[in-house]
């Protein structure tokens, strides 16, 4: 179910961008950040102690749907349309194929390893949390000679 935010605040005919909440009437930068204020999504703005949970709930489930609808088209962008889907291969050359691939990652590794004893490296850590609020933590290793 959508839920319209402007039914949540008004905007400020004083002042360009300005929101104010109609449940606590804190003032925030624009609709996005009432969203947020509503939500109970820390960061950018304090949360309201006085919004009623079913409005809490719709914000954050619209919030979520949102970011989800933003990833999903990031990614269809950022694929290559000449690249099939699918493969229509044997087993026995899935297998070749994937040894083959196995093979160059293997020399790329060992490549960008040998160049740590002239440059070194730096240890890289990535950590996101998905809808689910489960934690994943990337480890890379980046050097001049390439990232692992």
């Not at 609808?69 to 290559?80: F, G, M, P, V």
């Not at 889907?85 to 093979?103: H, I, P, V």
């Not at 160049?115 to 990337?138: F, M, P, Q, Y």
């Amino acid at each position: 179910m959508l839920i319209d935010v402007h039914d949540h605040g008004i905007a400020s005919p004083d002042e360009k961008n300005k929101v104010a909440c109609n449940y606590c009437g804190k003032e925030v930068s624009g609709f996005y950040r009432l969203k947020c204020h509503l939500g109970h999504l820390r960061g950018d703005v304090k949360p309201c102690e006085q919004v009623p949970s079913n409005v809490k709930d719709l914000m954050i489930t619209q919030l979520r749907e949102n970011k989800r609808r933003k990833l999903a088209k990031e990614a269809d962008q950022s694929c290559h349309t000449d690249i099939p889907l699918k493969r229509n291969c044997s087993a026995s050359a899935k297998n070749t194929s994937k040894q083959a691939d196995l093979e160059q990652i293997e020399e790329y590794v060992s490549k960008v390893k040998d160049s740590w004893a002239v440059t070194g490296c730096s240890i890289v850590i990535d950590e996101w949390e998905d809808d689910k609020r489960r934690h994943l933590i990337n480890f890379l290793a980046d050097s001049p000679g390439g990232t692992i």
